[in-house]
């Protein structure tokens, strides 16, 4: 009689495996990559010729965060701003403007820039200084990927700015606070993701500046219910880098260098009545004695030291300032 062999076993079979686990819906995603910083400085330092300007700057900003500079006059507070934008090339250290180069934030037209000076065109009305960046560069005014608009029009801007009626005035027509406004439309003209602003207000009189500080966080609020709009905000002024900040950054005097970094917890949207309230006061004292206790200037005793080289340097009498 015949016995069955028994089959011997595959020599590819393995062992048996498990089933894959099955995923719980309700179990928390994992982690998603951050957002670039909007703006990273990372030990920046300018000199021109002998005179050291900016050392030692490490500043970061997130996307939607208004930080404000405040610093003794000739600190250097314009030049960082500058490098901020791509104007200035850093003589040492590394700037990343919205993940990327400073001048390729600028060719991708995501920087918006406000000077001192609204630097309106004289033979233009109001809505044609507005529409010059549309005017003069298609990309103006578009999203990421160069399709959809910013703002739906010029008018929109002009309602934006409170400027509704004068839209034709020339800027000889207008007062100051009202230029200063057709120059912030215009920087928002081409949907910046990032706001350079250089004392945009200190040409202005007191009681206009203090409206103007809250017509320009009334205008922020608005421009950033459409994407969030982070702004760097320079100014002698401690009251209003207090009342506009999430961050108030205090620097020293030159060569410009961050003292401290003062975080603002005053709940938004802000007033100008919350002026006077003792959290708003505080902040302005602790902002204040920081600026009091700076140490003096080097260059007024005819030396300015380079912390990398342990050596004076002479200051070039007739050289650029920061």
């Given at each position: 009689m015949a016995h069955a062999r028994p089959?011997?076993?595959?020599?590819?079979?393995?062992?048996?495996?498990?089933?894959?686990?099955?995923?719980?819906?309700?179990?928390?995603?994992?982690?998603?990559?951050?957002?670039?910083?909007?703006?990273?400085?990372?030990?920046?330092?300018?000199?021109?010729?002998?005179?050291?300007?900016?050392d030692a700057i490490d500043l970061t900003l997130q996307p939607g965060q208004f930080v404000a500079i405040v610093g003794p006059s000739g600190c250097g507070k314009t030049s960082l701003l500058r490098i901020a934008a791509g104007l200035l090339l850093p003589t040492q250290g590394h700037v990343q403007v919205l993940g990327d180069t400073a001048a390729a934030a600028q060719a991708g037209k995501r920087l918006g820039l406000v000077a001192q000076s609204p630097a309106l065109l004289p033979w233009r009305d109001v809505r044609a200084n507005i529409d010059l960046?549309?005017?003069?560069?298609?990309?103006?005014?578009?999203?990421?990927?160069?399709?959809?608009?910013?703002l739906a029009s010029t008018d929109a801007l002009i309602r934006l700015v409170g400027l509704e009626g004068f839209e034709q005035a020339r800027p000889h027509e207008l007062s100051g606070g009202m230029q200063q406004r057709v120059a912030l439309a215009r920087a928002l003209a081409v949907n910046?993701?990032?706001?350079?602003?250089?004392?945009?207000?200190?040409?202005?009189d007191e009681i206009t500046r203090e409206q103007m500080r809250y017509e320009l966080l009334r205008i922020w609020a608005a421009a950033a219910e459409r994407a969030p709009k982070t702004v760097l905000f320079v100014t002698h002024s401690v009251t209003e880098a207090v009342a506009l900040a999430d961050r108030v950054v205090v620097m020293s005097a030159r060569p410009g260098r961050i003292r401290a970094e003062i975080a603002i917890d005053l709940p938004r949207p802000r007033r100008q009545t919350d002026e006077r309230s003792p959290a708003f006061l505080d902040a302005v004292d602790r902002v204040r004695a920081l600026l009091r206790d700076a140490p003096p200037d080097d260059a007024a005793h005819g030396t300015t030291h380079d912390t990398a080289h342990g050596a004076p340097d002479s200051p070039a009498p007739d050289g650029p300032r920061p």
């Open positions: 089959t011997p076993p595959s020599p590819a079979a393995g062992p048996p495996t498990a089933d894959p686990p099955i995923a719980d819906p309700k179990a928390a995603p994992g982690p998603t990559a951050a957002p670039a910083a909007a703006l990273h400085l990372s030990g920046v330092r300018l000199r021109y010729d002998h005179l050291l300007a900016l960046p549309r005017s003069i560069n298609r990309a103006a005014g578009r999203g990421p990927q160069g399709t959809t608009p910013a910046p993701e990032l706001l350079l602003m250089d004392e945009p207000f200190a040409a202005l």
